[in-house]
């Protein structure tokens, strides 16, 4: 079921599944449409976590200021587990996603217990930055499904493209006026994204992930941030794209043997 977080002005749709003890917060990546409506997919895409964990995925605010950054993310991000009564949590950020969760552990030490992030990193680069100034510009002037396509080319790997890329840049004629604006909003955050003088805040267990094949996200990049925090990493091959994490079929699995450790 979703539902909805309202606290200091902040309105967060989210859903939770699963009996364990311990939470386990998913932020997903930027996209045009919410999330928490493909509730039933995660939930069975995640349905070993919730044997594990309570487990949370939490949309972007509902809400967002005129002005709003991935720190202003953070910290929204944050008062809505608080309000939920979650501490010591273990979180899974993607690509944007993980820009927010490595925000939070550097903001809010002692509250991440155990980290997960893929295809991101703690600085954006000029491959980002380029991407995002044409999604964004193609979002804001209502053509959505010229950008919705460029994404999906540039984020997922040959053989999904190949198997459902027909589809996915079809979903294109569902995206609306207001959600390319939002789309916008979102991306343009990416672009003055930067961590590095704040990684060394993070001092949580860390599992860095990513893929040789990322046309988005710099490897080398990847490779650098896990570097900067000093802790484990993962790289697929080539044969994967930016969404290794929902392509390689192993990358749940593995994230679960390193939260549960």
């Given at each position: 079921?979703?539902?909805?977080?309202?606290?200091?002005?902040?309105?967060?749709?989210?859903f939770?599944?699963?009996?364990g003890?311990n939470?386990?917060?998913?932020?997903?990546?930027?996209?045009?449409?919410?999330?928490t409506?493909?509730?039933?997919?995660?939930?069975?895409?995640?349905?070993?976590?919730?044997?594990?964990?309570?487990v949370?995925?939490?949309?972007?605010?509902?809400?967002?200021?005129?002005?709003?950054?991935?720190?202003?993310?953070?910290?929204?991000?944050?008062?809505?587990?608080?309000?939920?009564g979650?501490?010591?949590?273990?979180?899974?950020?993607?690509?944007?996603?993980?820009?927010?969760?490595?925000?939070?552990?550097?903001?809010?030490?002692?509250?991440?217990?155990?980290?997960?992030?893929?295809?991101?990193?703690?600085?954006?680069?000029?491959?980002?930055?380029?991407a995002?100034e044409?999604?964004?510009?193609?979002?804001?002037?209502?053509?959505?499904?010229?950008?919705?396509?460029?994404?999906?080319?540039?984020?997922?790997?040959?053989?999904?493209?190949?198997?459902y890329?027909?589809?996915?840049?079809?979903?294109?004629?569902?995206?609306?006026?207001?959600?390319?604006?939002r789309?916008?909003?979102?991306?343009?955050?990416i672009?003055?994204?930067?961590?590095?003088?704040?990684?060394?805040?993070?001092?949580?267990?860390?599992?860095?992930?990513?893929s040789?094949g990322?046309?988005?996200?710099?490897?080398?990049?990847?490779?650098?941030?896990?570097?900067?925090?000093?802790?484990?990493?993962?790289?697929?091959?080539?044969?994967?794209?930016?969404?290794?994490?929902?392509?390689?079929?192993?990358?749940?699995?593995?994230?679960?043997?390193?939260?549960?450790?």
């Amino acid at each position: 079921m979703i539902e909805t977080a309202r606290v200091k002005g902040i309105e967060m749709n989210y859903f939770r599944f699963g009996k364990g003890k311990n939470a386990f917060v998913i932020l997903p990546g930027l996209s045009f449409k919410p999330v928490t409506p493909f509730e039933e997919a995660l939930k069975e895409g995640f349905r070993e976590f919730g044997e594990r964990f309570t487990v949370y995925l939490f949309d972007r605010r509902s809400n967002l200021p005129d002005e709003y950054s991935i720190d202003d993310m953070a910290r929204d991000t944050v008062e809505v587990m608080k309000s939920l009564g979650l501490e010591n949590v273990c979180i899974f950020g993607a690509s944007l996603g993980g820009m927010v969760a490595q925000t939070i552990a550097a903001e809010y030490p002692g509250f991440v217990k155990k980290m997960v992030i893929c295809s991101t990193l703690s600085e954006s680069c000029e491959s980002i930055s380029n991407a995002m100034e044409i999604w964004t510009f193609l979002a804001e002037n209502g053509r959505v499904y010229e950008a919705n396509e460029l994404m999906c080319r540039c984020i997922y790997g040959d053989a999904v493209m190949k198997e459902y890329g027909e589809g996915l840049i079809d979903s294109g004629r569902f995206i609306t006026a207001d959600e390319g604006k939002r789309f916008a909003k979102l991306g343009r955050m990416i672009i003055s994204f930067n961590l590095k003088d704040r990684i060394k805040n993070i001092k949580c267990d860390v599992l860095v992930a990513g893929s040789e094949g990322d046309r988005l996200v710099p490897p080398d990049s990847i490779r650098e941030t896990a570097s900067l925090l000093n802790c484990e990493m993962y790289m697929y091959g080539s044969e994967y794209g930016h969404a290794v994490y929902d392509e390689a079929p192993d990358f749940r699995p593995r994230m679960l043997e390193f939260l549960t450790r």
